[in-house]
């Protein structure tokens, strides 16, 4: 049989989604974090902003690795609950690193995270009070865009190519955690016109 290769893959990407596994290494995590998350000078801004000197909290620093079937984030939290007096603040504040272990899930095209523990070093009042609220905090607020960066690379013009491709559906099915990556199950339509 002689098939012309814009004909086979017409044919190719007419069949049904499909299904495949996207290995996402944790460096490469790192990067789309930063990118997403961590936007101003490397700083994730949780309260205030650089401009509220008693009153800002932060993260910065992330590294991220595998736990069992958990992801492990490492990073730093700089923060300061105080009040303005005489040029000065006067409150509670701290800098220190934390761990937060967490069970990815996938969630509309996005990485979620669920169960949600978070471990410090250290102990005090403030560090427990900023420990609760990242437990709290980051399930419902932090998410990796996943199918954005899909489309945005599978969609790439191909230099001198006859044909451009698009992606037509994407889902994101599930999430194991291994030693050096995060691997997406995921179900994909590439159509090429």
Sequence with gaps: MN?????LLVFLFALPAVAADLELRYSALERLI????????GRKWVKGSAKTP?????LEHPRIGGDGDRV?????????SAIGLLGGCVGLG?????TLTALPVPSNGAISLQDVKVATERDSFYIRRVRQALQLNFGKD????VKDQAKRLLEQPQAGAAFQQELSAFNLNGVRVHADALVL???FKLVVK
Aim: aromatic residues 18%; glycine residues 2%; hydrophobic residues 45%.
């Design 94 to 98: 701290d800098a220190f690193d934390f």
């Design 72 to 80: 492990k984030i490492v990073a730093k939290f700089t923060g300061r």
């Design 54 to 58: 008693c009153q800002f909290a932060y």
């Design 3 to 7: 098939c012309s290769l814009p004909a």
């Design 34 to 41: 930063s990118a997403q998350v961590f936007t101003e000078d």
């Design 185 to 187: 199950e995921v179900e």
């Design 142 to 145: 932090f998410k990796i865009q």
